[in-house]
DNA sequence: TCAATAATTGGAATTATTCTAAATAAGGCC
DNA sequence: GGCCTTATTTAGAATAATTCCAATTATTGA
């Protein structure tokens, strides 16, 4: 049942769809095809989608997919590590299918947000007592380039 | 039209105030009493709470104030730098009063946040072309040392 | 004291997300 | 391939957090 006429490269999309196949078992979940299009949809753009960015991305490739969908597929691709979900500001969460090192610069005045690749040192702090970390995450607030541009005039 | 009986040192009192008038004033708002018992509010628990755990605390000493208030003021004190504003994950925003330098750590459990004092060192980090620098936030998660605790069981 | 305007108020409206229960689809087994 | 079990999808209702609104009230400066 897979749609063809993509604009993805054959081989290309074989493996990541292998690969996400794989995740996506290893964490106790099943390969939809739901899944899989929402994924491609983070892929192609790697910009921080909201939700319903997402939702309306997945659309054109799966028109009846739904709202509530698109939200469990990403809790499912966040729950077994494909992508990060960000939140820097009030208003709808954020998601982030860049796994590397980055850490956010976040313009507060059109919500743009852009990966930068941090130095790999280890930032030690003290932690609270007894406190068990699982990730960290830096962000940097702003005005991108363009906002601050208009800014000033 | 001062409410006696306020558990806080009368001297200080006046300081805290004084201080507070003087930095709405800078930044062109008015000395509300509203404004008054909604930043003595966040100073007398230093966790982080959300609006409404301010409006109901609030609402102890100023009955009568409203929800839509609460925002308001809360919005003025984080324009005129007396509060940060903090948002760590999905759900209500949290304030923090402690404007010193400090990351958070934040328990993806029970939600709790804790201040961590930072060393001051500059993390020195290669801003995308033209972004215009306000301030950075450092964010810790994982589970604090009561939830590591239940969990392991 | 008075006028100008900023702030407060209760309630309605909006936004983003989660919940629910019925229908559908995946994956393992024969 | 067909069947069974169970996970997933679905539309729409429900919820949570915040913002908006227009009328009232308070603050400030002249
Ligand atoms: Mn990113
Ligand atoms: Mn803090
Ligand atoms: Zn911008
Ligand atoms: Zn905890």
Redesign the interface.
Known sequence: MTKLGCPMNLAEHTELERALGERLATSGFRFTSQRRHVYDALLQTLDHPTADDVFMRTKRQMPDISHATVYNCLAALVHCGLVR?V????GA?RYCPNMERH?H?C??ECGTI?D?T??AET?T??????????????????????C??LRKK
């Open positions: 979900q939140q820097l500001q009030r969460t850490c610069y313009c507060d852009f930068v941090m130095p930032p702090m003290p932690s609270p007592k007894g406190f068990q970390v699982d990730h960290y995450e830096i962000a940097v607030h702003g005005l991108c380039a363009n601050a541009g």
